[in-house]
């Protein structure tokens, strides 16, 4: 039914980009905020970006302020994090996400989520 597919990750070298992107299946994707998290190694998830259903307000953890920036693609059913600046303490697993209604920093509040992507940033 709902699938969400997150693809992107890979390694790269501290000052390097990224972009990784979220394709939606089996739900009205406009009607859904989306938010992106991450899992580092001995770390518990922790919320990254957020877009609300329009795409007209984001939000963002302090760490990646003016690093991150999340966007989505309604026509498209695609978010996406594009990554510049990259550092070594970004390394982690990372999730999009997907919620009915508005968007929030709290992963509980999730409704659908993806099968994660890999970000490997070597120093």
């Known amino acids: 039914q709902v699938q969400l597919v997150d693809s992107g990750g890979g390694l790269v070298q501290a000052g390097g980009s990224l972009r990784l992107s979220c394709a939606a299946s089996?739900?009205?994707?406009?009607?859904?905020?989306m938010g992106w998290f991450r899992q580092g190694p001995g770390k518990e998830r922790e919320f990254v970006a957020a877009?609300?259903?329009?795409?007209?307000?984001?939000e963002y953890v302090d760490s990646v302020k003016g690093r991150f920036t999340i966007s989505r693609d309604n026509a498209k059913n695609t978010v996406y994090l594009q990554m510049n600046s990259l550092k070594p303490e970004d390394s982690a697993v990372y999730y999009c996400a997907a919620r009915q209604g508005g968007f929030c920093v709290d992963l509980r509040r999730y409704d659908y989520w993806g099968q994660g992507t890999q970000v490997t940033v070597s120093s």
């Open positions: 877009i609300n259903r329009s795409g007209s307000s984001t």
């Open positions: 089996g739900l009205t994707f406009s009607r859904y905020a």
